[in-house]
C-alpha cells in the first residue's frame, strides 16, 4: 500500500489559496505541489468551510478552561488563608 507524505498546512493552505484565485489550473497546481487533484479540491473546501473559524472569538472551551486555571489559584489562596487562621486560633490539625 502506497503511503501518503505529510504535507504542512501552510502548504496546504497556500495551494488551496492559489486555486480559489484561479491563476492557475487544477493540473497546473497539482504538479507543482505534487498531489492528486482530488487532494486540492479537498483542501479547497475545507478552506472555504472552515476559514471563518480563524476570525470567531475564542471557543467556550478556552474560556471554561481560564475559569478552571483562575478559581483553582483562588482556591489555593485560600486553603492557605484558612490554614493560617486555624494555626493563629491554635486549632492546627
Known amino acids: 500500500m502506497k503511503r501518503t507524505k505529510s504535507i ?5 493552505f497556500k495551494a488551496a489559496l ?5 491563476e492557475k489550473t487544477l ?9 492528486h487533484p ?3 479540491l479537498k483542501w479547497k473546501q475545507t478552506l472555504l468551510e472552515k476559514g ?3 476570525f470567531e472569538p475564542p471557543n467556550k472551551e478556552q474560556e471554561y478552561q ?14 492557605v488563608e484558612i490554614a493560617l487562621l486555624k ?3 491554635g486549632q492546627g490539625s
Open 8 to 12: 504542512p498546512g501552510s502548504i496546504k
Open 18 to 22: 492559489e486555486r480559489i484565485k484561479g
Open 27 to 35: 493540473v497546473e497546481l497539482s504538479r507543482e505541489y505534487g498531489v
Open 38 to 40: 482530488n487532494t486540492l
Open 52 to 54: 471563518a473559524e480563524l
Open 66 to 79: 481560564k475559569r478552571i486555571r483562575d478559581l483553582e489559584q483562588l482556591l489555593g489562596k485560600k486553603e
Open 87 to 89: 494555626n493563629f486560633l
